[in-house]
């Protein structure tokens, strides 16, 4: 079965897709995939890719349709069951709350078409499971997987220390896809 955690957005979505039949999870048996606005972050590197998306000029609904298709494609890629862990909606939400909502729920419609099936993961729950602590912020969940996985994915990605994306975005997305595999593999336990 695929396992993916998907850490969803207008801006920087990110997605760690991890296949069980590759045995203990691990960093360096995931693919992440993210789309970015920066030119900069389209890369193809180890087990990253970052595709440029330019949305420019597009309709919404265009854009959400551009999102959500290149992450159905990366998880179809396969003929394998796959399950989703999507990080819920934050209670703390400010902006362009309706526009996040319709993003999301193209993704998740689609989902549902494809029969993938998908479970939201609280942002509280996410944090508690990462660092003990449910209301963990960036620095403190970067902290965390640099300390399990021992990688820096900012120097991977050549990104300053004051910039989040999109390191922060393939962290949530990683913590996503290894709460699921250790929710998975306890259940047919």
Not at 31 to 48: A, G, P
Not at 125 to 144: C, D, F, H, I
Request: hydrophobic content about 35%; proline content about 2%.
């Amino acid at each position: 079965m695929i396992i993916a955690g998907v850490d969803y957005s207008l801006t920087c979505p990110a997605m760690c897709v991890f296949d069980d039949e590759d045995g203990e999870f691990s960093f360096e048996k995931c693919h992440f995939y993210f789309l970015t606005q920066s030119r900069k972050y389209d890369v193809q590197f180890k087990n990253i890719t970052g595709r440029f998306f330019d949305h420019e000029g597009m309709t919404d609904i265009l854009r959400y349709d551009g999102i959500s298709n290149f992450f159905i494609d990366r998880l179809l890629e396969t003929d394998k069951d796959c399950h989703v862990f999507l990080e819920g909606y934050s209670m703390g939400s400010k902006g362009r709350v309706f526009n996040i909502a319709e993003n999301a729920g193209i993704l998740k419609y689609r989902l549902w078409l494809f029969a993938v099936e998908c479970t939201e993961i609280p942002p509280t729950v996410l944090k508690k499971y990462a660092t003990g602590k449910g209301n963990a912020n960036k620095e403190r969940m970067q902290e965390v997987f640099e300390e399990f996985n021992d990688i820096r994915l900012k120097e991977e990605l050549h990104m300053t220390e004051k910039q989040w994306n999109p390191s922060s975005d393939l962290i949530d997305a990683y913590w996503l896809c290894k709460y699921g595999f250790d929710k998975l593999t306890s259940e047919t336990k």
